[in-house]
């Protein structure tokens, strides 16, 4: 059929504009044995768009958090082939029988915490992100994403509620990848903490180290400055410099150095000459920043002016289950990858 082989290579073509760089993902996500989704806002176009390709590519076994009417108008208004029951679930906001387990789980789990039996019901019929953190916590999904409204501390305050922290970590972080020609880069922490210190740099790094890991990529870590090599006495750039004697003992696996400027953690010639016993060998493919303005204003920067808005992320570092939060301009394709990448999580040991 010649219309369906055109068809699929357009599709194909769409998603992997990301490059080689999904590839892996993508046929891992495929092969999945648990790829149940869960997508917060399951009214929103491009969520729609872009699960009309997961579904299209057997990357995830959506379910869409939202009411059913809104969601099938919109696929016939957008154009989609997408049917309820046959391509996706879906939470209905205004009448699920899950309704009064998902509020009482939540009182239970939030007494304490100042949420009283009628706030835990009203949060749980309006909150999205609430919604799809406890199926992720009954088990009835198996990964989630949300965040295409809204900032990360609002999703993130559900998520810390419902999920919580990965065992013996103590800091959520974001990690965003960046498809540059001839390189991809991964920077944190863009979204979650303000100003870390050493030691929550430290564990940021490794987090991320681990989840390049995860999927297939070599981590080589360089921990970034205004200060290149000791040039500054800052507290900044100290603050740099223990986070690596840190990463020394915590981390004798990691391939990492610092600090330095981001012009030496490219280029490894350069940096060779400057630093001949650096064990940092090649570019550096992760970038750990002082805070949170220098990693998210480079990440914007570097996506706009040189990434063709390509990009892998938000992904979530430290929490106990597969849960990303994605950004407002997030985009469809960005939306695939990130439903790609968490069905990969959610089939990696943790």
């Given at each position: 059929?010649?219309?369906?082989?055109?068809?699929?290579?357009?599709?194909?073509?769409?998603?992997?504009?990301?490059?080689?760089?999904?590839?892996?993902?993508?046929?891992?996500?495929?092969?999945?044995?648990?790829?149940?989704?869960?997508?917060?806002?399951?009214?929103?176009?491009?969520?729609?768009?872009?699960?009309?390709?997961?579904?299209?590519?057997?990357?995830?076994?959506?379910?869409?958090?939202?009411?059913?009417?809104?969601?099938?108008?919109?696929?016939?208004?957008?154009?989609?082939?997408?049917?309820?029951?046959?391509?996706?679930?879906?939470?209905?906001?205004?009448?699920?029988?899950?309704?009064?387990?998902?509020?009482?789980?939540?009182?239970?789990?939030?007494?304490?915490k100042g949420v009283?039996?009628?706030?835990?019901?009203?949060?749980?019929?309006?909150?999205?992100?609430?919604?799809?953190?406890?199926?992720?916590?009954?088990?009835?999904?198996?990964?989630?994403?949300?965040?295409?409204?809204?900032?990360?501390?609002?999703?993130?305050?559900?998520?810390?509620?419902?999920?919580?922290?990965?065992?013996?970590?103590?800091?959520?972080?974001?990690?965003?990848?960046?498809?540059?020609?001839?390189?991809?880069?991964?920077?944190?922490?863009?979204?979650?903490?303000?100003?870390?210190?050493?030691?929550?740099?430290?564990?940021?790094?490794?987090?991320?180290?681990?989840?390049?890991?995860?999927?297939?990529?070599?981590?080589?870590?360089?921990?970034?400055?205004?200060?290149?090599?000791?040039?500054?006495?800052?507290?900044?750039?100290?603050?740099?410099?223990?986070?690596?004697?840190?990463?020394?003992?915590?981390?004798?696996?990691?391939?990492v150095d610092g600090?330095?400027?981001?012009?030496?953690?490219?280029?490894?010639?350069?940096?060779?000459?400057?630093?001949?016993?650096?064990?940092?060998?090649?570019?550096?493919?992760?970038?750990?920043?002082?805070?949170?303005?220098?990693?998210?204003?480079?990440?914007?920067?570097?996506?706009?002016?040189?990434?063709?808005?390509?990009?892998?992320?938000?992904?979530?570092?430290?929490?106990?289950?597969?849960?990303?939060?994605?950004?407002?301009?997030?985009?469809?394709?960005r939306i695939i990858?990130?439903?790609?990448?968490?069905?990969?999580?959610?089939?990696?040991?943790?």
């Open positions: 059929m010649p219309d369906l082989d055109a068809y699929r290579a357009k599709l194909q073509t769409f998603v992997y504009a990301s490059g080689t760089t999904m590839k892996p993902i993508f046929n891992l996500a495929r092969r999945a044995l648990h790829k149940r989704i869960a997508y917060a806002e399951g009214e929103e176009e491009r969520v729609l768009r872009a699960v009309q390709v997961v579904v299209d590519e057997g990357l995830a076994r959506p379910t869409l958090i939202g009411r059913p009417e809104v969601i099938g108008e919109r696929c016939r208004k957008f154009g989609l082939r997408l049917q309820a029951g046959q391509d996706y679930d879906v939470v209905n906001t205004e009448n699920d029988h899950r309704y009064r387990d998902y509020w009482q789980t939540y009182h239970a789990m939030t007494a304490r009283t039996a009628q706030l835990a019901k009203i949060e749980v019929r309006r909150r999205l992100t609430l919604i799809a953190a406890m199926m992720l916590h009954k088990g009835e999904v198996d990964g989630m994403l949300c965040g295409t409204w809204g900032g990360t501390a609002l999703h993130l305050h559900y998520i810390d509620q419902v999920i919580g922290l990965r065992e013996g970590v103590r800091t959520y972080a974001c990690m965003n990848g960046l498809i540059l020609p001839g390189r991809v880069v991964n920077l944190v922490d863009t979204h979650v903490n303000y100003d870390p210190n050493a030691q929550q740099l430290a564990e940021i790094t490794i987090l991320a180290a681990e989840e390049m890991m995860r999927f297939g990529a070599e981590p080589r870590a360089a921990l970034l400055s205004h200060s290149n090599f000791g040039s500054s006495n800052q507290p900044s750039a100290v603050k740099m410099r223990d986070a690596l004697s840190l990463l020394r003992q915590q981390a004798p696996w990691l391939q600090e330095m400027h981001g012009d030496t953690a490219l280029d490894p010639t350069y940096r060779a000459g400057l630093m001949p016993d650096s064990p940092l060998k090649g570019e550096a493919n992760l970038l750990v920043l002082p805070n949170i303005d220098a990693a998210n204003i480079a990440y914007n920067l570097l996506k706009t002016a040189a990434g063709g808005g390509i990009a892998i992320g938000p992904i979530l570092l430290g929490a106990a289950k597969p849960v990303h939060i994605l950004t407002p301009s997030a985009t469809v394709r990858n990130m439903t790609a990448l968490t069905v990969v999580d959610a089939n990696a040991a943790r």
